[in-house]
């Protein structure tokens, strides 16, 4: 059978593909089923990152400036964003080292969670104010927002439960921490909603089917939701599906490199 999206031994493509979700998994296995020129970059926040089938680096590539450099010493043609949707600054990176070099850039972003009858959701712009939207009163809070930004959460007098993929500090004083790596699903997330007596949920919009199971355990039981609104991303080229990467891939060109 032939496989449409392999990529010649003469195709000039050098793919820089910015991981750590799920669907960026999913491209590096087209990536290297095609045959395609490719490294598997993530940002190294986990201690026990997936193994993938394309050559990796781990860790942060220096701001802008950094990225431009690595894109033009590893003569990267092509850029594929497929970090989460709340990694704001590396996407915006993106953008702008891509324009400075001529690397063609499209990203991999999955759809945003969308209410449905019998949700309680509050929706919220960003995580202060998140913070602020909690009650006043003690309450159970499931802190589903990564442990990038627990800070922000303390000092108020909630107990905090954090599902974490790594066992590590936090800075939360009265949090129970379970450590485990999704995809989730709703019986698994209604017993530990039930067993921690869970009374709200602070989320990302991540999008995604991988997460939502609390979302769909929330709704069963009636509790509400504080829902962080996806943060600003320059306007660039986005695609919902692997093969809809891989048919750009195939089908553009990089302009001639910036300086």
């Known amino acids: 059978m032939i496989d449409n999206h392999a990529f010649s031994p003469s195709a000039t493509r050098r793919i820089l593909l910015l991981g750590g979700t799920s669907e960026a998994s999913a491209m590096a296995r087209a990536l290297a089923e095609a045959g395609a020129e490719a ?9 026990s990152p997936i193994a993938q ?5 781990v860790g942060g590539f ?3 400036e950094g990225l431009s450099r690595y894109i033009q010493e590893q003569g990267i043609t092509h850029v594929v964003d497929a970090t989460h949707p709340f990694a704001a600054r590396m996407s915006t990176h ?24 019998g949700d309680d ?10 913070v602020k939207a909690l009650p006043d009163d003690p309450a159970r809070v499931f802190l589903a927002i990564g442990r990038q930004n627990l ?8 107990h905090y439960l954090l599902r974490l993929v790594d066992p590590a500090p936090q800075p939360l004083a009265n949090a129970t921490v379970v450590v485990d790596r999704g995809p989730f699903g709703v019986e698994g997330d209604l017993a530990l909603l039930r067993e921690h007596a869970i009374t709200h949920i ?5 999008g995604g089917s991988g997460a939502s199971a609390k979302l769909d355990a929330a709704r069963q039981l009636g509790l509400p939701v504080i829902l962080i ?14 093969g809809e990467v891989m048919d750009w891939l195939h089908g553009s060109v990089p302009e001639e490199r910036g300086v």
């Open 62 to 64: 220096g701001g802008v």
């Open 121 to 130: 959701w509050r929706i919220v712009p960003d995580l202060d104010t998140a």
């Open 229 to 242: 609104d996806r943060p600003f991303v320059p306007p660039r080229l986005v695609y919902g599906g692997v």
């Open 53 to 57: 089938p394309l050559p990796m680096r």
């Open 151 to 158: 800070a922000l959460f303390a000092g108020q007098p909630h």
């Open 39 to 47: 490294v598997f970059s993530y940002a190294g926040r986990t201690a």
């Open 202 to 206: 602070v989320a990302k919009n991540a």
């Open 94 to 117: 993106a953008v702008v080292a891509c324009a400075q070099t001529g690397a063609a850039l499209a990203a991999l972003e999955r759809q945003p969670w969308a209410p449905q009858q």
